[in-house]
């Protein structure tokens, strides 16, 4: 097993992760994701205890207990670029010995859970919906750089969909990755059971037309009348496949539910969502918690 270099995994002068500047030990087994670093506090709000605290950029976390479990809340920043650094440096936490830079012979998983918000793309699915991601696809290209990506992937989705649409040669690959199927089970009392696109921005790369023109001018329509099986795309959002794609390369439970805030199909939004968002984050942490 070779020893991984200071310039593949750096290490602070304190001892934690470059980006999250969280150390080892500060680090709970079970992780909820948010992309606002103002929704740190609301989460951690719910906690009934505070261990510790950390800050870097976007990058920022508590760590306390919510009904005597130990939790870990971070901010990722928006995009899938940012989840490829977050999930590299939460897996080293638990699996990479940072004395020896060797990665350690006992594997820990880790539960990761992202609360988003996010918009709908059929029109049965009303604002303030709950949409857990069964199946996370990747518009962004981020699994595509990793070795064996097709060992974690749903073919089937894939090859139906590239047939479904005339994919832009210029455009990544899109990846379809099923989440943790415990967590799935865990929320699938209490949410509705979704295919998420997670898309590289949020203008074009979700079919919205500011002033440029989009490359597949029918992509949406396209996007709302897929369907391969009991399988369709219920919404959209700018994380979800990173999370899932790395967590089972990685070999951790990891998913994603997200607030509906808005219905493409529709053309409604609810930009006051932030008490139905509190309504989500603990419904989560008693989930996780149970």
Same mark, same amino acid.
């Given at each position: ?73 971070? &901010? ?59 199946? &996370? ?55 509705? &059971? ?33 369907? &391969? ?62």
């Amino acid at each position: 097993m070779n020893r991984i270099g200071e310039s593949e995994l750096i290490i602070n002068g304190d001892g934690s992760i470059f980006h999250l500047h969280i150390k080892p030990e500060q680090l709970a087994d079970t992780v909820i994701l948010v992309g606002d670093p103002s929704r740190v506090d609301t989460v951690s709000s719910f906690f009934q205890t505070i261990e510790c605290s950390a800050s870097s950029r976007e990058f920022r976390s508590v760590t306390g207990t919510y009904n005597g479990k130990r939790i870990t809340v971070l &901010s990722t920043g928006i995009g899938c670029d940012n989840l490829d650094i977050v999930m590299t440096e939460l897996d080293a936490l638990v699996n990479v010995d940072f004395e020896t830079r060797m990665v350690k012979k006992e594997h820990k998983r880790l539960t990761i859970l992202r609360i988003g918000s996010s918009g709908a793309v059929q029109s049965d699915i009303p604002l303030g919906s709950y949409v857990f991601s069964d199946v &996370s696809v990747g518009f962004d290209g981020l699994l595509n750089w990793y070795a064996d990506r097709d060992d974690i992937v749903e073919k089937e989705l894939e090859k139906d969909f590239l047939e479904h649409i005339d994919w832009n040669k210029y455009l990544p690959i899109p990846y379809f990755v099923k989440a943790s199927q415990r967590l799935s089970e865990l929320f699938e009392d209490s949410t509705i &059971s979704g295919m998420t696109i997670a898309a590289s921005g949020f203008y074009g790369p979700q079919c919205r037309v500011v002033r440029i023109p989009l490359a597949i001018p029918d992509l949406m329509e396209k996007i709302e009348s897929f369907r &391969s099986g009991k399988y369709r795309f219920t919404n959209f959002e700018m994380e979800g496949s990173a999370l899932a794609g790395m967590a089972r390369k990685l070999g951790h439970d990891g998913a994603t539910v997200c607030l509906i805030i808005a219905n493409r199909y529709a053309k409604e939004a609810n930009p006051d969502y932030k008490p139905l968002m509190n309504n989500l984050i603990k419904l989560c942490l008693d989930k996780l918690t149970q």
